[in-house]
């Protein structure tokens, strides 16, 4: 089973936009709309930003939108913060038998 | 409020074997799938595996099929992972986390909460 594909790294301004992508097969991210994104700072736990393709959580700012197209799974944050800067997650429903694949990780730097 | 928590640092040798836990609370632990990462330094997130508590279905990434046993007991709403013979390789952080919602058929609205981590270090 290989992990989705993501950018090592994406770096942008304040106030800018920035997307990330998340490219998978269709056993996995073509297959199903269960796309879910993670923000994680150092020396913390990962938090959910994303689920379903474009669904925010409760107290997610409405920066973060995701959405997808074929095969391909994006994250965009807009309006770019200081307090953005961390590492990004994907991870996908796959109908193989281990039921779940992530992504390698994108490092966002705010320039 | 919905809670993984997750046992304290480990410091092991080589060979030795060792069981971490993930003890939910807040909700009803049969009913949603807990699931293991691993974090290795400096590294990305791994997917290892997942069991639904409600009757033990478990499966595993390819990656770790056969180095490590994930487990549930429901008595009391704690999932387990396990070695039986660790590796300095195996040094990293592991969470636990639950998917977000809930039946042995859900597989959308993905991992919330996360367990804080449990930091497993493996040196002789």
């Known amino acids: ?12 301004s304040p106030g800018q936009s920035i997307t990330i992508s998340c490219t998978g097969t269709s056993s996995d991210v073509g297959g199903y709309n269960y796309v879910s994104w993670y923000q994680q700072h150092p020396g913390k736990a990962p938090k959910l930003m994303i689920y379903d393709v474009s669904n925010r959580p409760s107290g997610v700012s409405n920066r973060f939108s995701g959405s997808k197209s074929g095969n391909t799974a994006s994250l965009t944050i ?4 200081a307090e953005d800067e961390a590492d990004y997650y994907c991870s996908s429903y796959t109908s193989s038998s281990t039921l779940e694949v992530f992504g390698g990780g994108t490092k966002l730097t705010v320039l | 409020e919905v809670q993984l928590v997750q046992s304290g640092a480990e410091v092991k ?46 499966r ?6 056969g180095q490590v046993t994930i487990s549930a007991d ?18 990293a952080m592991y969470y636990c986390v639950r ?24 040196s002789s």
């Open chain 1, 78 to 81: 807009s309006g770019l913060q």
């Open chain 2, 60 to 65: 595993y990434s390819p990656s770790f099929q």
């Open chain 1, 1 to 12: 089973q290989s992990a989705l594909t993501q950018p090592a790294s994406v770096s942008g």
């Open chain 2, 74 to 91: 429901k008595s009391i709403s704690t999932a387990y992972l396990q070695w039986s013979s660790l590796k300095a390789s195996d040094t």
């Open chain 2, 99 to 122: 998917r977000a919602c809930s039946g042995g058929s859900c597989r959308s609205k993905g991992f919330d909460p996360w367990g804080q981590g449990t930091l497993v270090t493996v």
């Open chain 2, 13 to 58: 040798k080589p060979g030795e074997s060792l069981k971490i836990s993930c003890k939910g609370s807040g909700y009803s632990f049969t009913s949603y799938w807990i699931g293991w990462v691993r974090q290795m330094p400096g590294k990305g997130l791994e997917w290892m595996g997942i069991i639904y508590p409600g009757d033990s279905d478990t």
